[in-house]
């Protein structure tokens, strides 16, 4: 049975990747959260060292609160699959003090929910339009949205208890970049053309 801890390792890969615009880019970043407290390690060219950083997390219980602390327009879903609603709407932004508020570094997530059924969608500054480049046998390729190109893929990376990583099968991802945003949904539940309804129906709110 799907619960919570499904729905915060969803998020804790997009908040990994909000961290890439405020540590070097020869470090390399690992999918590691302590999912109490929200801390994250950065791993970069000596791994006896990591670095971790916190990322501040507030939650919301709607569009138009959350659009009143983002610093990018926020898009709302437009057309969601029958029987799902919103479950979690949350305002991320790296807590590092030596930033100041008004740098544009900050992305929202919101998860639907249907049963056990769930999917994210992720919008603001990450690598959204990057999903993760998998192994030979893994199910990729694009797709056209309404006035964007997406890429999409099926698994990550994520690491072994024992050390190295692993390509996991899920979720399916759907990411893209417009107007210098990144956007992404992902769903371990939804196929590729409920991800793609979903990504066409985002507008303004």
């Keep these: 049975m799907k619960d919570a801890r499904g729905i915060q390792w969803i998020v804790a890969c997009v908040l990994v990747a909000v961290l890439v615009i405020v540590v070097p880019p020869h470090n390399a970043l690992v999918a590691h959260s302590d999912e109490e407290f929200g801390m994250y390690g950065i791993v970069g060219a000596e791994p006896a060292t990591p670095q971790v950083i916190m990322a501040r997390q507030t939650d919301f219980t709607s569009f138009e609160e959350v659009r009143k602390v983002a610093t990018f327009p926020v898009l709302a879903p437009g057309r969601i699959p029958k029987g799902f609603s919103l479950i979690s709407l949350q305002h991320v932004r ?97 196929n590729l053309e409920q991800l793609v309804e979903i990504a066409n129906g985002l507008e303004p709110i």
């Design 94 to 190: 790296p807590d590092l003090p030596e930033i100041p508020a008004s740098v544009h570094n900050d992305t929202v997530a919101a998860t639907y929910g249907s049963g056990d059924d769930r999917f994210t969608i992720m919008q603001g500054y990450f690598s959204g339009g990057d999903v993760p480049a998998g192994p030979g046998e893994a199910a990729a390729g694009e797709i056209d949205l309404i006035g964007a190109r997406a890429k999409w893929v099926r698994g990550t990376w994520a690491e072994r208890p024992t050390g190295g990583r692993e390509w996991r099968n899920e979720p399916l991802q759907v990411g893209w970049y417009k107007n210098g945003l990144g956007y992404a949904i992902l769903s371990r539940d939804l």
